[in-house]
Nanobody
Framework: QAQLVESGGGLVQAGGSLRLSCAAS????????RGWFRQTPGKEREVVAE????????SYVDSVKGRFTISRDNAKNTVYLQMNSLKTEDTAVYYC????????????WGQGTQVTVSS
C-alpha cells in the first residue's frame, strides 16, 4: 500500500521559513508528478506547487512565486516545499499528493500538516 507522509509543519512568525517534506513509501510506489496543496476553513483546496517527477518541471500559484520552491529527491522518493518569507496568508493545512500516471491525476494523498504563520 502506497503512503505519503508529510512533515515539517509548525508555528512560525511572519517573515520566517519552513521546509515541508513528503516521503513516499511502498515497494512499487512511483510518481508521474507530486504536488503541494493547501486548505483553510471555508475555502476550497488549492494547488500551491507541482513538480513533474521525471523532467523536474515546476509550477506555482501566483501568490507564492519567488517565495516557495518545490524540489524532489528521486533516490529518497521525497518531495520538498521550501517556504521563505512566510506571510499570515500562508496559514493553512498543507497536503502532499502524488499522481501515479499522467492519466490518473492525483490519486494518492497525505494526511496533511498544519502551517501557522503569526504576526
Amino acid at each position: 500500500q502506497a503512503q505519503l507522509v508529510e512533515s515539517g509543519g509548525g508555528l512560525v512568525q511572519a517573515g520566517g521559513s519552513l521546509r515541508l517534506s513528503c516521503a513516499a513509501s511502498g515497494r512499487t510506489f512511483s510518481s508521474y508528478a507530486r504536488g503541494w496543496f493547501r486548505q483553510t476553513p471555508g475555502k476550497e483546496r488549492e494547488v500551491v506547487a507541482e513538480i513533474r517527477w521525471s523532467g523536474g518541471s515546476t509550477s506555482y500559484v501566483d501568490s507564492v512565486k519567488g517565495r516557495f520552491t518545490i524540489s524532489r529527491d528521486n533516490a529518497k522518493n521525497t518531495v520538498y516545499l521550501q517556504m521563505n518569507s512566510l506571510k499570515t496568508e500562508d496559514t493553512a493545512v498543507y497536503y502532499c499528493a502524488a499522481a501515479s500516471s499522467w492519466r490518473s491525476g492525483y490519486d494518492f494523498w497525505g494526511q496533511g500538516t498544519q502551517v501557522t504563520v503569526s504576526s
